[in-house]
């Protein structure tokens, strides 16, 4: 199996739980974030993003935060289900960067 | 649709040996990276290639060269592979300050 994620902080919650999970970053420069979802064995995948004119944006069952201020982001499931176990990352660029910076990420388990 | 596509998905080399990882998107992006992650670790920039017939140093470009083939394809060269490169090597692709699509990784050991 993937051994990707071996080291990263973990956040465990129970079946039905709403979970947060946070990130700082450290560019003030940087006006787009976004969120990735990865599972074992694939690439990451997009759950939202938010651009820095907004403090808040939702989905479907997610919500991201956004603050300026002390630069963090964080990521809001709501009603947390088995299928959202994962490695979930934060990543976040500026106009003139043409890369996506990553966090180091969080490893979110759900117990049923 | 098929988005990035990474070729090959598991790769096994001696040290010193060399080979290239292909990418390809369809999405008519700009932009392409190539990004490695290792165990317990973020993904790392690699390369990077804003347009076709430019490319960029990411934070880990050493041991590693690219070629922007054309605005579809991105390759990932070795020449030279060391144990320190066992890695998963993921490419992906932007249109602008936007999302990024990634491919579904090229996993290689270096013995």
């Known amino acids: 199996g993937e051994s990707v994620g071996l080291h990263l902080p973990t956040l465990s919650v129970q079946e039905g739980d709403n979970s947060i999970i946070n990130c700082a970053y450290s560019?003030?420069?940087?006006?787009?974030f976004i969120w990735y979802k990865q599972e074992s064995g694939k690439g990451p995948q997009f759950i939202i993003d938010?651009?820095?004119?907004?403090d808040k944006r939702q989905g479907q069952r997610v919500t991201v935060l956004l603050n300026k201020t002390v630069k963090h982001l964080s990521l809001q499931i709501a009603a947390t289900q088995p299928g959202d176990s994962a490695v979930y990352f934060c990543a976040e660029s500026d106009t003139g960067r043409r890369a996506l910076t990553f966090g180091s990420g969080t490893r979110l388990q759900v117990q049923p | 649709n098929a988005g990035v596509t990474q070729t090959p998905k598991f790769q096994v080399l001696k040290t010193g040996q060399s080979m290239t990882l292909q990418c390809a998107q369809d999405?008519?992006?700009?932009?392409m990276y190539w990004y490695r992650q290792d165990p317990g670790m973020g993904l790392r920039l690699i390369y990077y290639s804003a347009s076709e017939g430019t490319t960029d140093k990411g934070e880990v470009p050493n041991g590693y060269n690219v070629s922007r083939l054309n605005k579809r394809e991105f390759s990932l060269r070795l020449e030279s592979a060391a144990p320190s490169q066992t890695s998963v090597y993921f490419c992906?692709?932007?249109?602008?300050?936007?999302?990024?699509?990634f491919g579904q990784g090229t996993r290689l050991t270096v013995v």
């Open positions: 560019n003030s420069a940087s006006d787009y």
């Open positions: 938010i651009r820095s004119n907004m």
């Open positions: 992906a692709s932007r249109g602008g300050n936007t999302e990024a699509f």
């Open positions: 999405m008519n992006h700009n932009s």
